[in-house]
């Protein structure tokens, strides 16, 4: 049976993502802040709980550790986040610049540097970063998700560097989704007209990592309803 561990997963897309990985066959680490690690894990059949920071390494390892003492092997890892600080372009501080690095950037390095060795011992994986539309069309409401488009560029990095390992690297760009406050002005830019449910996210995230997706790496999915104008 496989293993998948998903960061930030107490709630919205990273719960989600948990549990459709579950619903799939996955034996499922999962991290979060609060408890509600503990208590999503209580809910799946065969689970681990850690509550713990995506930003601080230390947690990082006691969730691979972890999931390698009760599961023996990760085949899978999902790096999920918050959100990075949000003001004005240039009101945003360089400590808040760095907590944004730190949060989006190093928090998936280092759970991929994790991972790693294991992978490449067993012959394979797949890793998904969750991103945003905002990646490929910044906006000024959302100035630290610059960083996303950063991410986008490492995960192209790494899925090249890792294929030949048998790895693949992808990342899912959601649009608006149903765990943030609906605006009306937000809905009536979707050519879907609605927000996402985050079981729609969950459901790309779980093709990315299924053998279905095997010739799949080095992508960046857009799960938006038509948000994004990049072609």
Same mark, same amino acid.
């Given at each position: 049976?496989?293993?998948a561990i998903?960061?930030?997963?107490?709630?919205g897309i990273?719960?989600?993502v948990?549990?459709?990985?579950?619903?799939d066959?996955?034996?499922v680490?999962?991290m979060?802040?609060?408890?509600?690690?503990?208590?999503?894990?209580?809910?799946l059949p065969?689970?681990?709980?850690?509550?713990?920071?995506v930003?601080?390494?230390? +947690?990082?390892a006691r969730l691979? +550790?972890?999931?390698l003492?009760?599961f /023996?092997?990760i085949d899978?890892?999902?790096?999920n986040a /918050?959100h990075?600080?949000?003001?004005?372009?240039? +009101?945003?501080?360089?400590?808040?610049w760095?907590a944004?690095?730190d949060m989006?950037?190093?928090?998936?390095?280092?759970?991929?540097?994790?991972v790693?060795?294991g992978?490449?011992?067993?012959?394979?994986g797949a890793?998904?970063?969750?991103?945003s539309y905002?990646a490929?069309e910044p906006?000024?409401?959302?100035?630290?998700?610059?960083l996303?488009?950063?991410l /986008?560029a490492?995960?192209?990095?790494a899925a090249d560097?890792?294929?030949?390992?048998g790895?693949?690297?992808?990342?899912?760009?959601?649009?608006f989704?149903?765990s943030?406050?609906?605006?009306?002005?937000?809905?009536?830019?979707?050519p879907?007209?609605?927000?996402?449910?985050?079981e729609?996210?969950?459901a790309?995230?779980?093709?990315?990592v299924s +053998?279905?997706?095997?010739?799949?790496?080095?992508?960046?999915?857009r799960?938006?309803?038509?948000l994004?104008?990049h072609?």
């Amino acid at each position: 049976m496989k293993t998948a561990i998903v960061t930030a997963a107490g709630r919205g897309i990273g719960a989600a993502v948990a549990r459709r990985l579950s619903a799939d066959g996955f034996r499922v680490a999962v991290m979060s802040p609060s408890g509600n690690a503990e208590k999503l894990a209580a809910e799946l059949p065969d689970a681990l709980g850690v509550t713990g920071s995506v930003t601080e390494p230390a +947690d990082l390892a006691r969730l691979v +550790d972890g999931a390698l003492q009760k599961f /023996g092997r990760i085949d899978v890892l999902v790096n999920n986040a /918050g959100h990075p600080p949000k003001a004005p372009l240039f +009101d945003l501080t360089d400590s808040q610049w760095h907590a944004g690095f730190d949060m989006v950037m190093l928090s998936a390095i280092r759970a991929l540097r994790l991972v790693l060795p294991g992978m490449k011992a067993q012959g394979g994986g797949a890793v998904v970063n969750l991103s945003s539309y905002a990646a490929l069309e910044p906006e000024s409401d959302f100035p630290a998700t610059t960083l996303r488009a950063a991410l /986008g560029a490492w995960t192209k990095l790494a899925a090249d560097e890792l294929a030949p390992a048998g790895i693949r690297v992808n990342a899912v760009l959601p649009g608006f989704v149903d765990s943030l406050p609906e605006k009306e002005a937000r809905r009536a830019r979707i050519p879907l007209g609605r927000y996402a449910k985050a079981e729609e996210i969950a459901a790309a995230v779980a093709w990315l990592v299924s +053998d279905q997706a095997s010739y799949v790496t080095g992508q960046s999915l857009r799960v938006d309803g038509g948000l994004t104008r990049h072609v």
